[in-house]
């Protein structure tokens, strides 16, 4: 990910991360509700500080940068994801929510 001319790893995404995005207030089911949070999030984790990571976008923007390039690192790091992958598996399963009782299980 690239933030005021300097290049930063977010390295994968994981549980961890996912956590880390939800203690900073973002919802990871929809992150865009709250696009600049979502962004400031994910180059606090790149950047390992918020104070840093808050002045290197400021900056960015000033100096004409844009978030497009940043949206688009966030977005290949999601999509490569191992844990994400797992977990888009993991909801594409169907859900069986029928259990049968304990006299069915014992008639069988």
Do not use: W
């Not at 207030?25 to 790149?46: C, E, H, R, W, Y």
């Not at 888009?88 to 069986?96: L, M």
């Amino acid at each position: 990910m690239k933030i005021n001319g300097k290049d930063y790893n977010l390295g994968e995404i994981t549980f961890k991360t996912m956590c880390d995005l939800e203690s900073m207030g973002i919802n990871v089911s929809n992150m865009m509700d709250k696009p600049m949070n979502t962004i400031l999030a994910f180059a606090t984790i790149a950047i390992g500080d918020k104070q840093v990571a808050e002045r290197e976008m400021n900056e960015h923007l000033i100096n004409g940068g844009d978030f497009n390039s940043i949206v688009q690192s966030i977005q290949e790091a999601m999509a490569e994801s191992g844990f994400m992958k797992a977990v888009r598996a993991d909801n594409t399963k169907p859900k069986t929510t029928a259990k049968k009782s304990t006299a069915q299980k014992t008639e069988d």
